[in-house]
């Protein structure tokens, strides 16, 4: 049964592996294994650790090739939008990967976290280093291109490789020749677990609250949101 899923998220990919059991220890958290001692194969962590690597070459390879006039600081930054986590997470939420983890009862209860979305994102990443592993840098290299170098010239075109912060302040000072300034309005919560909320301005206008575990997290999230109020 286990050996069937397996293979039909192979197909899914339209991937023939040689070891299926490499793809499976793809999806292995390393929770099951604290409730699944006996369980016949490691946890994913290794995998994951070659397929970052591989990830990095094949993106930069391809945005190397394909963006011949753009400098070096661009490039990385078009990379980073999108092999991070947040990009991983949503490619593996499209291909459903979640249907084929191995975790705990507690982590599988867990499904819209922070730590969900980096057990998918890591996932991603296993599982091309399992393609890697079982089928060499070729196929590794269309799995990457096809899933999650596919929206590039979305990302370029509307300079979504800018992080939100950077991509607000263009735009106000296209928009009003005015720099936004961030606020801090409201700390709330113990040392160890703080909330801040920060309001983003321009000029003396509140345009929107951004709330965060971090001040920096809240100035993110407060960008983010101005930009979908303004429809920038």
Known sequence: MLK??????????????????ILKQAFVHKSFLNENPGFKLGQNERLEFLGDAVLELVST????????????????????SLVNSNNLTLIGRELQIEKYL?????ESKDKDSKARQYILANCMEAIIGAI???SGYNNAKKFIEKYILKNVDEIVDKKLYLDPKTQFQEK?????NITPKYKLLEETGPDHKKNFTVGLYIDKKLITKGGGSSKQEAEINAATLGLKKENW
């Open 172 to 176: 106000a000072q296209e928009k009003y």
């Open 132 to 134: 890697y592993l079982d």
């Open 102 to 106: 191995f975790l705990s009862h507690g």
């Open 61 to 80: 390879d391809f945005l190397f090739k394909k963006f011949e006039n753009r400098p070096e600081g661009e490039l990385t930054n078009i990379r980073a």
């Open 4 to 21: 069937d899923k397996i293979q039909e998220f192979a197909k899914k990919i339209n991937i023939n592996f040689n070891n299926l059991d």
